[in-house]
């Protein structure tokens, strides 16, 4: 299995850094600066071979370029945005895979919170990432796709494993459960959830990754009934305090 650490940027990023121990390939998931992830390859003695990004927004690939410099390492992202994506030497689209050492991930196009969104997927090492679509409890802002096509991107997520872990792309996890309380004051695993999430963030800890079985059972955006519903959700959560 892919080691994968997580590189906090910015005030609540989160790039990951993926190391194939057969291999030796090392990935950054969505690098949004370059120094933090450079100190973190320095601390391990690892240098940079790919870099992947979910979608084209400044906080995801503004390390794309100053990285690329400095390792020489090829840049992987939505080929549906590859205007807008910095560096890009390979883009990948739905049903396309990504080969990272010895393992093989798959392309899901998940467009809602920009129209090139794109997941990757590494089943054999259960892992998923989601960047700005899914978000523990929570989802991106659809800043340029609609409720039915995030409607159908979670229906996509849904469907992997429950035990797939999600590595989203900001730390909003607290707030997004304050949310779903809201949303569903009488949800038992949501409260579960929020007393776990609570005292991580008290200890200054990350909450990510969650699992898909996780967010089936707490996730308000992944539980509406419809397109309809999660649109209302989302306009809701955009001005909730």
Same mark, same amino acid.
């Given at each position: @299995?892919?080691?994968?650490?997580?590189?906090?940027?910015?005030?609540?990023?989160?790039?990951?850094?993926?190391?194939?121990?057969?291999?030796?390939?090392?990935?950054? $998931?969505?690098?949004?600066?370059?120094?933090?992830?450079? =100190?973190?390859?320095?601390?391990? /003695?690892?240098?940079?071979?790919?870099? *992947?990004?979910?979608?084209?927004? *400044? !906080?995801?690939? /503004?390390?794309?370029?100053?990285?690329?410099? #400095?390792?020489?390492?090829? $840049?992987?992202?939505?080929? #549906?945005?590859?205007?807008?994506?910095?560096?890009?030497?390979?883009?990948?689209?739905?049903?396309?895979?990504?080969?990272?050492?010895?393992?093989? %991930?798959? $392309?899901? !196009?998940?467009?809602?919170?920009?129209? /090139?969104?794109?997941?990757?997927?590494?089943?054999?090492?259960? &892992?998923?990432?989601?960047?700005?679509?899914?978000?523990?409890?929570?989802?991106?802002?659809? *800043?340029?796709?609609?409720?039915?096509?995030?409607?159908? #991107? @979670?229906?996509?997520?849904?469907?992997?494993?429950?035990?797939?872990?999600?590595?989203?792309?900001?730390?909003?996890?607290?707030?997004? /459960?304050?949310?779903?309380?809201?949303?569903?004051?009488?949800?038992? !695993?949501?409260?579960?959830?929020?007393?776990?999430?609570?005292?991580?963030? =008290? &200890?200054?800890?990350?909450?990510?990754?969650?699992?898909?079985?996780?967010?089936?059972?707490? +996730?308000?955006?992944?539980? =509406?009934? +419809?397109?309809?519903?999660? %649109?209302?959700?989302? &306009?809701?959560?955009?001005?909730?305090?």
């Amino acid at each position: @299995m892919l080691s994968i650490d997580l590189v906090p940027c910015l005030s609540d990023n989160y790039a990951y850094l993926l190391h194939d121990p057969v291999s030796g390939a090392v990935g950054i $998931v969505d690098p949004s600066e370059a120094p933090p992830v450079l =100190a973190a390859l320095a601390a391990r /003695g690892w240098k940079l071979t790919h870099i *992947f990004n979910t979608h084209h927004h *400044f !906080d995801h690939t /503004g390390g794309n370029i100053p990285l690329k410099e #400095a390792t020489g390492a090829v $840049v992987i992202g939505p080929k #549906a945005d590859a205007h807008r994506i910095p560096g890009l030497d390979t883009g990948v689209g739905e049903g396309d895979t990504v080969t990272f050492g010895t393992e093989t %991930g798959g $392309v899901f !196009d998940i467009p809602a919170h920009t129209t /090139g969104h794109i997941a990757l997927y590494f089943a054999a090492s259960k &892992a998923v990432f989601t960047g700005d679509t899914l978000f523990a409890m929570g989802c991106g802002r659809l *800043f340029e796709g609609t409720p039915a096509d995030m409607f159908a #991107a @979670m229906r996509k997520l849904e469907a992997l494993p429950g035990d797939t872990r999600v590595y989203c792309g900001h730390e909003y996890t607290e707030s997004n /459960g304050r949310f779903a309380l809201h949303v569903e004051p009488d949800n038992a !695993d949501i409260q579960a959830e929020m007393v776990k999430v609570r005292a991580l963030r =008290a &200890a200054h800890e990350p909450t990510i990754p969650s699992t898909i079985a996780l967010e089936r059972r707490t +996730n308000p955006f992944m539980r =509406a009934a +419809n397109a309809g519903e999660l %649109g209302a959700r989302r &306009a809701a959560k955009d001005s909730f305090k």
